[in-house]
């Protein structure tokens, strides 16, 4: 096999990660834009204008999430299996959430009644809210390592609740991930509307651009001082079969600031996401919503990293077991499935974002109330 | 494992897939069958050629909708509700639901919103390729699905790892060309298109019937038969190539869905109705057709059909042997813990392994395995057939729809040709009512696929019973409440809209065209 087992399974923790930040990036602001719906357009034309703002382009962003969730699955599946059981409740809300969305695009306006139109738009905002909190919340409990062990034959047994998942600290970093998706989606909006829906758009920038600094800030002070980290003592070699019984893994206040401490260049990358988000909160003041878009896409990779170069090595600590915690090196798949989803991803992938390119270059251009009357019956 | 989490969770997979396969078949069929019309359109340049996409097109939005929101939960539910087996089979298994999304979701979803939206923007040769793509990727999707369904039937190209504790891939070619997977995507998809054929052939009645917009229903109604017919051949002998494939792989479950008891003289006959008695182990009030089944399974005059009594007694056997290897898996884990594996256990463990499943059977009865009485092993045994009558029984509902539409795409197909739909009113009247059937048998076609692969979630490999992720009863009834609940409301939204859209018709385009703007 051309690439050796060490380096897949760091290839593959970048893969996700990659994907993930491809959902936030692209899925990001339909999420976002769900939520400012009902606050951004004060009647029904308005909020059209919203909704087919993403409505052509929603679905094929949603399929990063899935392929997210599919790629965990086949790259590493003891992860799939015990974050997905292990958060059961909280998935399944945000999978109840996520329903709203497919038929909220579709069938709002299939019909006239105004109260059938105005339950879809919440249900949109739902389906745009509720999700990206529990993503943010999830993150937020990852990081302070989740009550979860196996057993000799790696059957995995979670034993918190689903209400010790909204403790404070997740509950601050299911803030951080709906305000930089706001934010983000408020940018989008901006970008793609004009008159009074771009004023509002505009607003909504700066207050969930804020929201996001202050919160961002005060996590970080949270992780330096609040909670413990998890640190590696010992552990077989890397290219070792994948094995999370056979390490010893300790909880070390401040053991998350240790990348930042040892290799300082890694600063950079909080440091971004507080300049990007500035500048995103400039940008959109000084009416360049392109420019504006980038830097909050740049703002939205940094955050994300920032969460993954943390807790690197480690995917889902355990905090009840440490030793049983998942990391890069022992959660993986085989080497033979690592390296045929590796070239299945390097093909595919670059595909992908060419043609959604070409797809989001053909529907460009601003969405107006004008062309809402113009398409009553065909557009969303 | 509590029993009753494993009921649930199956209970909660059972309804979940069922309900995601209302749309599946549609979507899959009518993307085609809108490329078709497309095509016809770029080629003759009739307008009504257009209309035609377009208005079977508002149809397939509302059905894909559901479609979609439907198929996220099935892409979480492995992990919430399946955590043993996404660890255990996850290797493999991951891979074609990750390559499904790259693939195929990507593909299908991107390109949705163009179809839709990409009218005025895109030259008439662009479009017709975005519907086309469109239409590849919700095949594409059932392809690699169905590839990882059929590693579930019959898991080739992987062995179990003792190390690391689960299934682990050898041979990914061998995954992809497993021949299970491979006559159950072409079974599936051209149920799909059967689907969609029966839904425009029924539709496009409707309007025949009520004398309304007669020559776009004519055209559609033309289409439908045409493609229907084909598609409805080929569902029937591919769904032979299908009961030839489990007759070499998945002996047990032909054997339930032919309620065969004892192995038979060679060529064996098909019962063709009676009522199979999982208790007395015999089918009361049979009919037999001599001779049909040996054909159908074995292809040949001379092969026999194992019946349900010598197979339970070969998988006691295999449960026996499956303990030996239990015994030897235990041993070499605490060899490993102690970091001293002796390569004597191991070879003695790679001689039993492939029966290591079939000791994992007991684990419904005893922990330890190797512990178990003479009674749990029969038990587990007898476990290994799963239930006759319901197989028995889906598999004939399925086969009797298939023939019944073969005979609806015949005669329209026929009168079309002729000329002469609009006499027979009789056979409008039929493809109307007859809407349903493709939806029965594709759900009976589930059900025989699942149903007959217990007691295992993977074939012979892990039972469905050792599966599940360690939820409480308490979980499991919230997540089961919360898709019955959402699942009952957006289907009841889903129907309005659809007979809305459908009695409306063509004028729903509101181009001026049709019956209804017309006054």
Redesign the interface.
């Known amino acids: 096999m051309l690439i050796d087992y060490e380096t897949l399974k760091l290839i593959w923790w970048v893969f996700v990660g990659l994907l993930l930040i491809g959902f936030a990036l692209t899925d990001g602001f339909d999420m976002g834009v769900g939520a400012l719906l009902p606050f951004l357009g004060k009647n029904d034309e308005e909020r059209r204008v919203i909704i087919n703002s993403i ?6 962003n ?2 990063w999430f ?2 997210a ?3 965990i ?3 590493w ?2 992860v ?6 292990g958060f ?2 909280a ?2 809300l945000a ?2 959430a ?2 709203f ?3 909220g ?3 709002r306006s ?2 006239q009644n105004p109260r059938w139109r105005s339950t879809w738009d919440w249900g949109l905002f739902i389906g745009g809210v509720v999700p990206a909190l529990i993503f943010g919340i999830a993150f937020g409990n990852l990081l302070q390592g989740v009550p979860f062990h196996f057993d ?7 034993t918190g609740s689903f209400w010790g998942l909204l403790n404070p600290f997740a509950l601050l970093a299911g803030v951080i991930s709906l305000s930089m998706l706001v934010m983000h989606g408020a940018v989008y909006l901006q970008l793609r509307t004009e008159d009074v829906i771009y004023v509002r758009s505009q607003k909504a920038v700066k207050f969930f651009g804020g929201l996001l600094i202050i919160t961002f800030a005060l996590a970080g002070v949270w992780v330096a001082v609040g909670i413990d980290g998890f640190k590696v003592i010992s552990m077989p070699p890397l290219d070792a ?3 999370p019984l056979a390490k010893s893994v300790e909880m070390v206040p401040g053991a998350w600031m240790s990348h930042y401490e040892m290799t300082p260049w890694t600063m950079l990358i909080p440091g971004f996401a507080f300049v990007g988000a500035f500048l995103t909160i400039l940008l959109s003041h000084f009416n360049a919503p392109g420019r504006a878009f980038i830097s909050s896409s740049a703002t939205l990779v940094c955050v994300i990293l920032t969460a993954g170069v943390s807790m690197f090595p480690f995917i889902m600590p355990s905090s009840t077991q440490p030793d049983s915690s998942l990391i890069v090196w022992d959660a993986s ?2 080497h ?2 690592l390296t ?2 590796f070239w ?2 390097v093909i ?2 670059p595909l ?1 974002v060419l ?2 390119s070409w ?1 989001y270059r ?2 460009r251009g601003k969405i107006t109330v004008q062309y809402i009357r113009e398409n ?4 969303y | 494992m509590s029993e009753s989490v494993v009921e649930l969770s199956r209970l909660q997979f059972a309804i979940t897939a069922m309900y995601h396969f209302l749309f599946v078949p549609l979507t899959l069929g009518l993307s085609v069958i809108m490329a078709i019309m497309e095509s016809v359109y770029v080629m003759t340049n009739k307008q009504i050629y257009k209309d035609m996409t377009l208005f079977w097109g508002k149809l397939f939005a509302i059905n894909f909708a559901l479609g979609v929101t439907t198929g996220i939960t099935l892409e979480f539910q492995f992990g919430t509700n399946w955590a043993y087996y996404s660890h255990y089979v996850g290797d493999i298994f991951g891979a074609p639901l990750a390559i499904e999304g790259m693939m195929a979701f990507f593909l299908e979803s991107t390109f949705i919103g163009l179809f839709f939206f990409g009218w005025d923007r895109l030259s008439k040769r662009q479009h017709l390729m975005v519907t086309w793509l469109v239409a590849l990727g919700s095949n594409l999707s059932a392809l690699w699905i169905l590839i990882a369904n059929g590693w579930m039937q019959n898991p080739v190209g992987a062995e179990f790892n003792y190390e690391t504790m689960r299934m682990e891939l050898m041979s990914f070619t061998e995954v992809i060309f497993n021949p299970v997977a491979q006559v159950k995507f072409v079974h599936t998809v051209s149920a799909g298109y059967v689907t969609g054929s029966m839904f425009v052939l029924g539709i496009s009645s409707y309007y025949l019937l009520k004398k309304r917009d007669l020559a776009f229903a004519r055209r559609s109604f033309a289409v439908a038969a045409g493609f229907g017919l084909a598609a409805v051949l080929s569902v029937i002998v591919l769904g032979d190539e299908s009961g030839y494939a489990a007759g070499e792989v998945q002996k047990t479950k032909l054997a339930a869905i032919e309620a065969e008891w004892e192995t038979e003289e060679p060529p064996a006959a098909f019962t063709l109705f009676g009522l199979p008695n999982q208790e007395t182990q015999q089918t009361d009030y049979a009919i037999k057709i001599p001779y049909v089944m040996g054909i159908i399974a074995t292809r040949s005059f001379d092969e026999e059909v194992k019946g349900i009594k010598e197979l339970i007694e070969e998988n006691e056997a295999r449960i026996r042997r499956g303990i030996i290897a239990y015994g030897l898996f235990k041993q070499l884990r605490q060899q490993l813990k102690e970091g001293k594996v002796s390569e004597e256990t191991k070879a003695e463990f790679d001689q039993y392994k492939k029966d290591l499943g079939y000791g994992l059977l007991l684990k419904k009865y005893t922990s330890k395995v190797v512990d178990a009485t003479d009674e749990q092993i029969i038990s587990a045994a007898h476990d290994t057939i799963p239930s006759v009558a319901l197989l028995f029984w889906s598999f004939r509902i399925m086969v009797a729809c298939g023939f019944l539409m073969l005979f609806i795409f015949v005669m329209a197909f026929y009168l079309t040709a002729k000329r002469t739909i609009m006499e027979n009113r009789w056979l409008l009247w039929l493809a109307l009512f007859g809407i349903p059937l493709p939806w029965i048998a594709c759900e009976m076609g589930w059900i025989v696929a699942e149903v007959g692969r217990q007691p295992w979630s993977i074939a012979e490999i892990l039972p469905t019973y050792l599966s599940t992720s360690t939820r409480s009863i308490g979980d499991l009834y919230f997540s089961l409440a919360g898709f019955i609940g959402f699942y009952t409301l957006l289907l009841v939204v889903e129907l309005y809209l659809m007979f809305k859209y459908a009695r409306l018709g063509p004028s729903s385009l509101h181009t001026g065209r049709y019956h209804f703007e017309k006054s």
Do not use: C, H
Not at chain 1, 55 to 60: H, L, S, V, Y
Not at chain 1, 80 to 85: E, L, R
């Open positions: 409505g052509r382009t929603w679905e094929g949603q399929v899935i392929t969730a599919g790629a699955f086949a790259a599946p003891i799939y299996a015990v974050a997905f059981s059961y409740i998935l399944l999978l109840f996520l329903f969305r497919p038929v695009f579709d069938y299939k019909l000799n034959e790696l059957r995995a047994y979670y079969l994948p094995n798949s085989s033979l499935t045929i989803m299945v991803t595919l992938v992908i043609y959604t797809v053909v529907l009553e019956y065909s557009s």
